[in-house]
T-cell receptor, first 117, second 116 residues
Framework: DAGVIQSPRHEVTEMGQEVTLRCKPISGHNSLFWYRQTMMRGLELLIYFNNNVPIDDSGMPEDRFSAKMPNASFSTLKIQPSEPRDSAVYFC???????????????FGPGTRLTVL | DQQVKQNSPSLSVQEGRISILNCDYTNSMFDYFLWYKKYPAEGPTFLISISSIKDKNEDGRFTVFLNKSAKHLSLHIVPSQPGDSAVYFCAASAIRAGGGADGLTFGKGTHLIIQP
């Protein structure tokens, strides 16, 4: 049973370059979340989608960040242009929301470690 | 401003003893609380959760206690085992109108070390 898949696992790039992180949620899940982990701020929510629609993007740091979910099995998080302060581990998580249930567990991927030089 | 706080960055406990990890929150809209466990180079893994209508939830060696009036929750692990050594994150969420939950707000984590 495949969990949440993220690629690449590691990315090293130079300041100013475009970076695209990819996520494949667990099949059948209808909610997808992007988180970022840094030493200073810990794990913070960037954006989440429900049924491929962005619900809350208030955590996206600035316009350089964008996220898409073109279909139920794929999402991207793009940074353009990248800056050294974007260096962090980016996690994707997915869950299945069933109407009437208060909460469903989020399953996390292994993360993408991004280093911007 | 941190809405979920874990004030102990690390905790060392002897194998077989009880581990108690603490978490405080400030946002009164939070009504669902979770604990995640994380090993290096892996994503967080769900451990146990509790709804705000309860004050205790138990799953094997793990028990979570919620004190709503104090806005405090704790995770008890009894007995502690070497495999429990990991970073533990407290997280909170608010339930959206119509069902489903918002994304999680995490604490900064507590590194639990189980000494043999």
């Amino acid at each position: 049973d495949a969990g949440v898949i993220q690629s690449p696992r590691h990315e090293v790039t130079e300041m100013g370059q475009e970076v695209t992180l990819r996520c494949k949620p667990i099949s059948g899940h209808n909610s997808l979340f992007w988180y970022r982990q840094t030493m200073m701020r810990g794990l913070e929510l960037l954006i989440y989608f429900n049924n491929n629609v962005p619900i809350d993007d208030s955590g996206m740091p600035e316009d350089r960040f964008s996220a898409k979910m073109p279909n139920a099995s794929f999402s991207t998080l793009k940074i353009q242009p990248s800056e050294p302060r974007d260096s962090a581990v980016y996690f994707c998580a997915s869950s299945f929301e069933l109407g009437g249930r208060p909460y469903n567990e989020q399953f996390f991927g292994p993360g993408t470690r991004l280093t911007v030089l | 401003d941190q809405q979920v706080k874990q004030n102990s960055p690390s905790l060392s406990v002897q194998e077989g003893r009880i581990s108690i990890l603490n978490c405080d929150y400030t946002n009164s809209m939070f009504d669902y609380f979770l604990w995640y466990k994380k090993y290096p180079a892996e994503g967080p893994t769900f451990l146990i959760s509790i709804s705000s209508i309860k004050d205790k939830n138990e799953d094997g060696r793990f028990t979570v206690f919620l004190n709503k009036s104090a806005k405090h929750l704790s995770l008890h692990i009894v007995p502690s085992q070497p495999g429990d050594s990991a970073v533990y994150f407290c997280a909170a969420s608010a339930i959206r109108a119509g069902g489903g939950a918002d994304g999680l707000t995490f604490g900064k984590g507590t590194h639990l070390i189980i000494q043999p």
